[in-house]
């Protein structure tokens, strides 16, 4: 799977080579090759360009080079070139110039430059999670103050070799042990962040994935406390209007992450039995409901909440007509 996709790689390199290099020959002057290896390369990173040439006149040739952008510095071989790329992506042209004194012949050949990480075939993916926030979580009424209990655990629509750290998108949602010992990508031991890094061939595929611990409380498939986790990472994640999983896709070098900012954001959302409700994009609402009201890792009681819009100013409340919070005990209610 990972040599096709080598191969694949080298195929796409010749052939945009193949139409990059063009050239302008006179007298008897050829320029028989001229190339940058690879001809993608990242941002402040470097390559190789050669250039072959003959003449039927004299063998002593000499090859100058100048870009569009980058750096180029000449080699002790004649006629190669060390090219470092600029600090912005883009495509650069290359022109090589070889003259015998009174023939000459230029062609030119293209690099692309891409941000930092695009280049390879493959996309680190660093899992991480900062158990420190998963203390006293409320779950339900009949768990209200849950605590995550070690060891902790992510599953999902992948698969991963622990020996070399190769995963894969696609899977039937096995689990593989996270860590906090420094090692796995986990950058301190003992901090309470899990972490467990892993290699994907990059792909736009989407894969959907969760956690799971040793609480002893358990709802489905997962401990009562992984299961709020996953539902507040939900509307937080690469794809929110997707409300089955938290979702990523292995498309570039990316740390998926849940800490402490991330369990702030999870508290501006409020959970209304089985309707969700974002003050901060809120537009022309008109809303009521009567159920449990809940807030990421804090207790909830029965509310009745009404909310009238609009809200044109997402920063400020002076557009908030009316808002009534009601305790299910009070005479209101």
């Given at each position: 799977?990972?040599?096709n996709?080598?191969?694949?790689?080298?195929?796409?390199?010749?052939?945009?080579?193949?139409?990059?290099?063009?050239?302008?020959?006179?007298?008897?002057?050829?320029?028989?090759?001229?190339?940058?290896?690879?001809d993608?390369?990242e941002?402040?990173?470097?390559?190789?360009?050669?250039?072959?040439?003959?003449?039927?006149?004299?063998?002593?040739?000499?090859?100058?080079?100048?870009?569009?952008?980058?750096?180029?510095?000449?080699?002790?071989?004649?006629?190669?070139?060390?090219?470092t790329?600029?600090?912005?992506?883009?495509?650069?042209?290359?022109?090589?110039?070889?003259?015998?004194?009174?023939?000459?012949?230029?062609?030119?050949?293209?690099?692309?430059?891409?941000?930092?990480?695009?280049?390879?075939?493959?996309?680190?993916?660093?899992?991480?999670?900062?158990?420190?926030t998963?203390?006293?979580?409320?779950?339900?009424?009949?768990?209200p103050?849950?605590?995550?209990?070690?060891?902790?655990?992510?599953?999902?629509?992948?698969?991963?070799?622990?020996?070399?750290?190769?995963?894969?998108?696609?899977?039937?949602w096995?689990?593989?042990?996270?860590?906090?010992?420094?090692?796995?990508?986990?950058?301190?031991?003992?901090?309470?962040?899990?972490?467990?890094?892993?290699?994907?061939?990059?792909?736009?595929?989407?894969?959907?994935f969760?956690?799971?611990?040793?609480?002893?409380?358990?709802v489905?498939?997962?401990?009562?406390?992984?299961?709020?986790?996953?539902?507040?990472?939900?509307?937080?994640?690469?794809?929110?209007?997707?409300?089955?999983?938290?979702?990523?896709?292995?498309?570039?070098?990316?740390?998926?992450?849940?800490?402490?900012?991330?369990?702030?954001?999870?508290?501006?959302v409020?959970n209304?039995g089985?309707?969700q409700?974002?003050?901060?994009?809120?537009?022309?609402?008109?809303f009521?409901?009567?159920?449990?009201?809940?807030?990421?890792?804090?207790?909830?009681?029965?509310?009745?909440l009404?909310?009238?819009?609009?809200?044109?100013?997402?920063?400020?409340?002076?557009?908030?007509?009316?808002?009534?919070?009601?305790?299910?005990?009070?005479?209101?209610?």
């Amino acid at each position: 799977m990972i040599k096709n996709y080598k191969y694949l790689i080298a195929l796409i390199s010749v052939f945009a080579v193949f139409y990059s290099f063009s050239q302008n020959t006179t007298g008897s002057i050829k320029i028989i090759n001229l190339s940058a290896n690879p001809d993608v390369v990242e941002v402040g990173k470097s390559c190789l360009v050669s250039c072959y040439a003959e003449s039927k006149e004299s063998v002593d040739l000499k090859y100058t080079c100048k870009t569009s952008g980058g750096a180029l510095k000449e080699s002790i071989m004649a006629g190669d070139f060390n090219y470092t790329a600029p600090p912005k992506e883009g495509v650069y042209d290359i022109t090589m110039t070889v003259s015998d004194g009174k023939n000459s012949a230029v062609a030119v050949v293209s690099v692309t430059v891409v941000p930092k990480g695009e280049s390879s075939p493959y996309a680190k993916v660093l899992f991480t999670v900062d158990t420190n926030t998963l203390k006293n979580v409320f779950v339900d009424d009949n768990h209200p103050s849950e605590n995550f209990k070690a060891p902790l655990k992510i599953k999902g629509e992948m698969t991963y070799a622990e020996s070399s750290g190769e995963a894969q998108a696609g899977g039937s949602w096995p689990s593989y042990a996270m860590f906090d010992d420094g090692s796995h990508g986990d950058k301190s031991a003992n901090d309470g962040v899990y972490s467990l890094l892993m290699t994907f061939e990059k792909s736009d595929k989407k894969v959907h994935f969760a956690f799971d611990d040793a609480s002893d409380y358990r709802v489905g498939f997962e401990s009562g406390i992984t299961k709020t986790l996953k539902d507040n990472w939900i509307d937080l994640d690469e794809y929110p209007e997707d409300n089955t999983n938290p979702a990523f896709a292995p498309n570039r070098d990316k740390v998926v992450a849940w800490d402490v900012k991330m369990a702030q954001k999870s508290d501006g959302v409020i959970n209304i039995g089985q309707l969700q409700i974002d003050a901060a994009q809120a537009d022309d609402v008109v809303f009521k409901w009567g159920s449990f009201a809940t807030l990421y890792g804090k207790k909830a009681d029965k509310y009745q909440l009404l909310i009238e819009g609009p809200f044109t100013d997402k920063k400020s409340e002076s557009d908030l007509k009316f808002t009534q919070v009601l305790n299910e005990g009070s005479k209101n209610s």
